[in-house]
């Protein structure tokens, strides 16, 4: 079973628009992160935000904040105010405890953004 | 200074060839970890190394070998090159579980062209 579900594959915003990129998650684990990346065009990995499972308040960081309800399993994405350098793949992850005290993060297949002029 | 620094970033060659990737990361993180992010985009992880001992080994053919030779180094090397293994090799690193957020800090990948 998928981990991470993020359902949209692609997305359009107007430029200066808000958006929501969704993500759904699957864990038994009661100490969990998740977090956002951005991909833009040239490749590189690009941490945006986090949310712990504990976390009362959802997570922001500048024009991206975390729509976290961890009853319904979701840690939705929301840019707000969108710009052309905006455009890029995103991804949720999750990081989940291994026993030792290791972890492992596993990624959703990604939402990729444009933002129209 | 690049904080997990990632050799070569193209790599161009022919089925059967053998080949490593190099990974070293100067963050002082006790984990790291090789992912694959294949044409599609997916980004799988493969191997996950904390402070020289491999925890994980995800379901990865054998012609994929990691070595560790100290907490901040990471290679991958890969035997008997197929057309499959087209992808980018993603390094990334990690401090401890217990220190949050424990996100992950990316190398900039290794594109690998096999012919």
């Known amino acids: 079973a998928q981990k991470i579900t993020q359902t949209q594959p692609g997305m359009f915003v107007q430029e200066k628009e808000a958006v929501t990129l969704d993500c759904t998650y699957d864990?038994?684990?009661?100490?969990?992160?998740l977090f956002w990346y951005k991909q833009p065009s040239s490749g590189e990995m690009i941490f945006l935000i986090y949310q712990g499972s504990y976390d009362q308040q959802n997570a922001t960081e500048g024009r991206y904040s975390l729509n976290f309800q961890k009853a319904r399993k979701s840690a939705n994405l929301v840019i707000s105010a969108s710009q052309l350098g905006d455009s890029a793949m995103y991804f949720c992850a999750m990081r989940e405890g291994l026993s030792g005290g290791y972890q492992k993060v596993t990624f959703g297949t990604g939402t990729k953004l444009q933002v129209i002029p | 200074d690049t904080a997990v620094s990632q050799t070569p970033k193209y790599l161009v060659t022919q089925m059967g060839n053998d080949k490593s990737i190099k990974c070293e990361q100067n963050?002082?993180?006790?984990?790291m970890y090789w992912y694959k992010q294949d044409s599609k985009k997916f980004l799988k992880i493969m191997f996950s190394?904390?402070?020289?001992?491999?925890?994980i080994n995800e379901t990865v053919p054998n012609r994929f070998s990691p070595k560790s030779p100290d907490k901040a180094h990471l290679n991958l090397h890969i035997n008997s090159l197929e057309l499959g293994d087209s992808a980018v090799y993603f390094c990334a690193s990690s401090q401890d579980f217990h220190t949050l957020p424990g996100e992950l800090f990316f190398g900039e990948g290794s594109r690998l062209t096999v012919l």
């Open positions: 963050l002082g993180h006790d984990t």
């Open positions: 864990t038994s684990d009661p100490s969990y992160g």
């Open positions: 190394y904390n402070n020289k001992e491999l925890i």
